[in-house]
């Protein structure tokens, strides 16, 4: 079965700094996009970063741009997602996602989310 | 960037019913890097359609894609009690890549 599992998450406080990682399992994963996608309690889904299959290609959201950085390790099986400077605003449930091709970055199999909380 | 504006915000519709989501892009993005997602309360987003018209695999053929340029819409042409839930579109075409804010289908 196609699957990914988020790990991660955690309560840090203003200004500290988190990472976040997903573990893949059913598909090869070099051959597949990778993305995260965040979403705050009772809001939508907001887009954060996304990555290539051979992380030849990053792409941010404005609001995390400078701030996290979204990496991948082929050869061990795992997506990173390395957020600092965290804000109040940062805080939501992450989601990793699989894309469905490549370089196509639309999202066919997603994780349960791990949560972010920021609070002092 | 890229702006996608979904309408209605709220669609309430009885089982049986035709329901039209709207989903406006400004500026363009090409159809290919264009899908819809549902999302029901308490699980996570599910692939619908992508390439604007093509249905993900598993997906009842009462869900339907269509549109270009800057108009895409989503059908549904009998709405089931399993289909109430939030529809989300999303572009790739340019980053930052983006969603809409979503429509809620309500009964």
Redesign the interface.
Known sequence: EVQVLESGGGLVQPGESLILSCAPSGFIFGDYSM?W?RQAPGR????VS?ISGNAGST????AVKGRFTISRDNSKNVLYLHMKSLRADDAAIY?CAKG?TYY?????V????TTVTVSS | EIVLTQSPGTLSLSPGERATLSCRASPSVSHHYLAWYQQKPGQVPRLLIYGTSNRFPGIPDRFSGSGSGTDFTLTITRVEPEDFAVYYCQQFGDSPFTFGPGTRLDI
């Open positions: 993305s996608v939508g889904l907001e887009w996304s792409y941010y959201a404005a989601y469905t196509y970055y639309n999202m066919d997603w994780g349960q989310g």
